[in-house]
């Protein structure tokens, strides 16, 4: 028997600050769950009307899932967080899309009525856990050259990009890189990134302190020092560390509701999800993945790319950036659609946790932009994927 779905809206997303992995990383005695148990008691706190019991699922992404990243944390975090027993929580993974897929897991429970209020969000420890901890890739990948070798190295598949489109040139992604870190400036100066952030006391090697501004943005960074930098993934390549996203730990996290729950609580809603769309691509040129999956997402929903307001873009690369901007006709490097406030390159990219940090920052565009409607959250994903999501201004 057919049936309506139920509008799914998002109502608040938060994130940690992102540190850098590493012992010198300010998270490096903090552990991954402790930072999920930080996002959703933010959430809790910054909703009182939302009684915990009322909370009908917990979907957490990370994409190394051991350690204090593992033993499903969705459902760890549900007890560490002080949720009623009665709450359940479950664990996903889709790589660098792994939080978006979460929110998207959640949304689609509350869409087809298995819940009503879903907290979901990504975390990623990357100085616990650094990309490909404890993987064992089948060696039939290359025994059968299934793919090509670069898949498995993130810049390589960046430097295939650079291959694919000799028109962007290091230079070029250089430019971008130079821009994303002004534009991270001026919100942060503006108090815009402040506004997102919960703020999270741990423990460093030089004691207690608070954790409340990420450790990635360089906002001295010049055209002539990022010229100088190594390429270490090609000699003489194209991306290097100033114009790629960095190796980073945090956490991110979204509450999700239907309208029913929305108006029966009292819960005001920023964002209402309008349709989302995962798509492949061959895994060495995994940077391009956003651009299918913007392409079907717009024609599932029925849109055309310039309907669209904003365009927060995970930039895991400047040139894959580009790629995009190129494919859709946006202005270079200034089209004030993309990424306002900046975006990975400044702040940071700790995989699972990136998608639910688009959602906040296109939130937050919505609530300072009434008259804007449409908004795009969008992503590459290892070994080739695409993930995308529209959202509709429900701020008005």
């Not at 400044?346 to 409607?373: D, I, Q, T, V």
Request: hydrophobic share 40%; charged share 20%; glycine share 10%.
């Amino acid at each position: 028997m057919a049936r309506t779905l139920n509008e799914v809206y998002l109502v608040d997303a938060v994130r940690t600050a992102f540190g850098r992995a590493g012992q010198k990383g300010v998270f490096w005695s903090t552990r991954a769950d402790d930072m999920v148990v930080k996002v959703i008691r933010a959430l809790l706190e910054r909703n009182p009307q939302l009684p915990p019991e009322r909370v009908d699922d917990n979907v957490w992404a990370a994409t190394t899932q051991m350690g204090d990243q593992g033993l499903t944390m969705g459902r760890t975090t549900v007890m560490l967080a002080g949720l009623p027993a009665e709450v359940p929580g479950v664990s996903i993974d889709r790589m660098c899309a792994g939080g978006m897929t979460a929110a998207c897991f959640a949304a689609s429970e509350i869409a087809v009525g298995a819940a009503d209020i879903c907290i979901a969000g990504g975390v990623e420890h990357m100085g616990h856990h650094p990309m490909g901890q404890g993987a064992d890739p089948n060696p039939r990948f290359m025994a059968e050259k299934l793919v090509d070798p670069s898949a498995l190295n993130m810049g390589a598949t960046a430097e295939n990009l650079h291959d694919m489109f000799p028109e962007i040139t290091k230079e070029e992604a250089d430019q971008y890189a130079m821009y994303c870190q002004q534009k991270a400036k001026k919100a942060w100066d503006e108090g815009k990134i402040q506004k997102m952030i919960v703020p999270m006391t741990v423990w460093t090697e030089n004691g207690w302190r608070v954790a409340d501004r990420d450790e990635q943005p360089r906002p001295e960074t010049t055209m002539e020092g990022l010229r100088d930098l190594r390429t270490p993934f090609r000699v003489q390549g194209r991306v290097t560390a100033g114009n790629s996203s960095g190796l980073n730990d945090g956490a991110a996290g979204v509450l999700l509701a239907s309208a029913q729950a929305c108006e029966e609580l009292g819960l005001k809603p920023k964002m209402r999800l309008v349709n989302y769309a995962f798509a492949g691509v061959r895994p060495e040129v995994m940077g391009l993945g956003p651009i299918p999956a913007t392409k079907k997402v717009l024609e599932r929903a029925k849109m055309k790319f310039d309907d669209l307001d904003f365009v927060e873009l995970n930039e895991a690369f400047a040139v894959q950036a580009i790629a995009f901007m190129n494919e859709f006709g946006m202005k270079k490097m200034d089209d004030p659609r993309l990424n306002p406030y900046g975006g990975a390159i400044a702040f940071g990219h700790p995989l699972a946790s990136s998608g639910c940090r688009l959602m906040a920052h296109l939130a937050l565009l919505f609530e300072e932009n009434p008259g804007a409607k449409y908004g795009l959250t969008t992503m590459c994903v290892g070994l080739g994927q695409g993930g995308a999501v529209i959202w509709e201004n429900a701020t008005g």
